[in-house]
């Protein structure tokens, strides 16, 4: 099965960077779905970006501009750097996967819809 593991997480203060990074094993699906997702207490889990095998990505508008989603196949990594931090983006994030949809749909954004999640990892912005 799927496995990731999230690392990257920590506290920051306002206008700081992070990198997230998702390393991937046992993920054999020749055409996938990975996203990044954040919840905070009493908040429903939400998408912050999610990215499909060609690199077309999408981002949550709260974070559009700031935030950057990739992926490193040879690596097998997932990243997201996160520019320009705001208290509002503390949360837990969470990486996660799916197999793409048929057709050629773009990639959902619904948390219900992917499979594989890693643990999670805390980021709190605070001066």
């Known amino acids: 099965d799927v496995q990731l593991v999230e690392s990257g997480g920590g506290l920051v203060q306002p206008g700081g960077s992070l990198r997230l990074s998702c390393a991937v094993s046992?993920?054999?699906?020749?055409?996938?779905?990975m996203g990044w997702f954040r919840q905070a207490p009493e908040i429903m889990r939400e998408a912050v970006a999610v990215i499909d095998d060609n690199g077309r990505s999408t981002y949550a508008d709260s974070v559009k501009g700031r935030f950057t989603i990739s992926q490193d196949n040879a690596k097998n990594t997932l990243y997201l750097q996160m520019n320009s931090l705001k208290p509002a983006d503390t949360a837990m994030y969470y990486c996660?996967?799916?197999?793409?949809?048929?057709?050629?749909?773009?990639?959902?954004?619904?948390?219900?819809?992917?499979?594989?999640w890693g643990q999670g990892t805390q980021v709190t912005v605070s001066s």
């Open positions: 046992g993920y054999t699906y020749s055409s996938y779905c």
């Open positions: 996660a996967a799916v197999l793409s949809p048929r057709g050629g749909s773009s990639c959902p954004t619904a948390f219900h819809e992917y499979n594989y």
